[in-house]
Nanobody, 127 residues
Framework: QVQLVESGGGLVQPGDSLRLSCAASGDSLDHYAIGWFRQGPGKERQGISCISGSDDTTWYEGSVKGRFTISRDNAKNTVYLQMNMLKPEDTAIYYC????????????????????WGKGTLVTVSS
Protein backbone atom coordinates (compact mmCIF):
# COMPACT_ATOMS: atom_id res chain seq x y z
CA GLN A 1 0.00 0.00 0.00
CA VAL A 2 1.16 3.52 -0.79
CA GLN A 3 -0.02 6.90 0.41
CA LEU A 4 -0.42 9.58 -2.26
CA VAL A 5 -0.61 13.37 -2.00
CA GLU A 6 -1.38 15.56 -4.99
CA SER A 7 -0.29 19.18 -5.28
CA GLY A 8 0.10 21.91 -7.87
CA GLY A 9 -3.49 22.75 -8.65
CA GLY A 10 -4.79 26.28 -8.84
CA LEU A 11 -6.62 28.92 -10.83
CA VAL A 12 -5.15 29.66 -14.24
CA GLN A 13 -6.24 31.29 -17.49
CA PRO A 14 -6.90 29.47 -20.75
CA GLY A 15 -3.62 28.73 -22.50
CA ASP A 16 -1.60 28.60 -19.29
CA SER A 17 0.38 25.65 -17.95
CA LEU A 18 0.44 23.80 -14.63
CA ARG A 19 2.45 20.90 -13.31
CA LEU A 20 0.73 18.57 -10.89
CA SER A 21 2.73 16.39 -8.52
CA CYS A 22 1.79 13.11 -6.90
CA ALA A 23 4.13 12.38 -4.01
CA ALA A 24 4.17 8.89 -2.54
CA SER A 25 5.13 7.47 0.82
CA GLY A 26 5.00 4.02 2.32
CA ASP A 27 6.50 2.19 -0.64
CA SER A 28 8.60 2.86 -3.69
CA LEU A 29 6.66 3.85 -6.80
CA ASP A 30 9.12 2.19 -9.16
CA HIS A 31 6.99 -0.96 -9.42
CA TYR A 32 3.63 0.78 -9.45
CA ALA A 33 1.49 1.82 -12.36
CA ILE A 34 0.32 5.38 -11.75
CA GLY A 35 -2.63 7.17 -13.23
CA TRP A 36 -3.99 10.68 -13.28
CA PHE A 37 -7.76 10.91 -13.17
CA ARG A 38 -10.07 13.90 -13.12
CA GLN A 39 -13.64 14.62 -12.15
CA GLY A 40 -15.25 17.70 -13.63
CA PRO A 41 -18.44 19.36 -12.39
CA GLY A 42 -21.32 16.94 -12.82
CA LYS A 43 -19.13 14.29 -14.38
CA GLU A 44 -17.78 10.92 -13.38
CA ARG A 45 -14.10 10.44 -12.60
CA GLN A 46 -12.17 9.62 -15.75
CA GLY A 47 -8.67 8.34 -16.36
CA ILE A 48 -6.69 10.79 -18.49
CA SER A 49 -3.13 9.50 -18.36
CA CYS A 50 -1.35 6.46 -17.01
CA ILE A 51 2.21 5.22 -16.85
CA SER A 52 3.17 1.60 -16.35
CA GLY A 53 5.48 0.45 -13.61
CA SER A 54 7.28 -2.13 -15.74
CA ASP A 55 8.61 -0.06 -18.64
CA ASP A 56 7.14 3.46 -18.28
CA THR A 57 4.78 2.99 -21.20
CA THR A 58 2.28 5.85 -21.23
CA TRP A 59 -1.31 6.37 -22.36
CA TYR A 60 -3.32 9.55 -22.80
CA GLU A 61 -7.02 10.18 -23.22
CA GLY A 62 -7.82 11.86 -26.52
CA SER A 63 -8.73 15.31 -25.19
CA VAL A 64 -5.38 15.73 -23.40
CA LYS A 65 -3.09 13.95 -25.85
CA GLY A 66 -0.45 16.36 -27.12
CA ARG A 67 -1.07 18.82 -24.27
CA PHE A 68 -0.40 16.77 -21.12
CA THR A 69 2.70 14.73 -20.26
CA ILE A 70 3.01 12.18 -17.47
CA SER A 71 6.41 11.37 -16.03
CA ARG A 72 7.95 9.85 -12.94
CA ASP A 73 11.00 10.62 -10.81
CA ASN A 74 11.73 7.48 -8.85
CA ALA A 75 14.45 9.19 -6.82
CA LYS A 76 11.82 11.60 -5.50
CA ASN A 77 9.09 8.94 -5.42
CA THR A 78 6.89 11.36 -7.33
CA VAL A 79 4.86 11.31 -10.52
CA TYR A 80 4.08 14.47 -12.43
CA LEU A 81 1.46 15.65 -14.89
CA GLN A 82 2.63 18.57 -17.01
CA MET A 83 -0.43 20.30 -18.41
CA ASN A 84 0.00 22.79 -21.23
CA MET A 85 -2.48 24.83 -23.26
CA LEU A 86 -5.12 24.46 -20.59
CA LYS A 87 -8.76 24.90 -21.55
CA PRO A 88 -11.85 25.71 -19.48
CA GLU A 89 -13.02 22.14 -20.00
CA ASP A 90 -9.93 20.92 -18.13
CA THR A 91 -11.46 22.34 -14.94
CA ALA A 92 -11.74 19.45 -12.51
CA ILE A 93 -10.44 17.84 -9.37
CA TYR A 94 -7.37 15.86 -10.37
CA TYR A 95 -6.52 12.65 -8.54
CA CYS A 96 -3.59 10.31 -8.77
CA UNK A 97 -4.00 6.60 -8.27
CA UNK A 98 -1.55 3.75 -7.93
CA UNK A 99 -1.56 -0.01 -8.25
CA UNK A 100 1.28 -2.51 -8.26
CA UNK A 101 2.14 -3.22 -11.86
CA UNK A 102 0.73 -6.54 -13.11
CA UNK A 103 2.04 -6.26 -16.65
CA UNK A 104 -1.21 -5.56 -18.44
CA UNK A 105 -1.55 -2.96 -21.21
CA UNK A 106 -1.20 0.49 -19.68
CA UNK A 107 -4.66 1.52 -20.88
CA UNK A 108 -6.13 -1.06 -18.52
CA UNK A 109 -4.86 0.88 -15.53
CA UNK A 110 -6.71 4.01 -16.64
CA UNK A 111 -9.88 2.03 -17.30
CA UNK A 112 -9.81 -0.18 -14.23
CA UNK A 113 -9.44 0.44 -10.57
CA UNK A 114 -6.47 1.68 -8.67
CA UNK A 115 -5.70 0.33 -5.22
CA UNK A 116 -4.56 3.58 -3.66
CA TRP A 117 -5.77 7.14 -4.19
CA GLY A 118 -4.84 10.64 -3.24
CA LYS A 119 -7.40 13.19 -2.09
CA GLY A 120 -7.14 15.33 -5.18
CA THR A 121 -6.12 18.83 -6.20
CA LEU A 122 -8.43 21.35 -7.84
CA VAL A 123 -7.59 22.86 -11.21
CA THR A 124 -9.71 25.75 -12.42
CA VAL A 125 -9.22 27.19 -15.89
CA SER A 126 -11.08 30.44 -16.33
CA SER A 127 -10.61 33.87 -17.80
Amino acid sequence: QVQLVESGGGLVQPGDSLRLSCAASGDSLDHYAIGWFRQGPGKERQGISCISGSDDTTWYEGSVKGRFTISRDNAKNTVYLQMNMLKPEDTAIYYCGAIEDIRVPVLAYCQGGMSDWGKGTLVTVSS
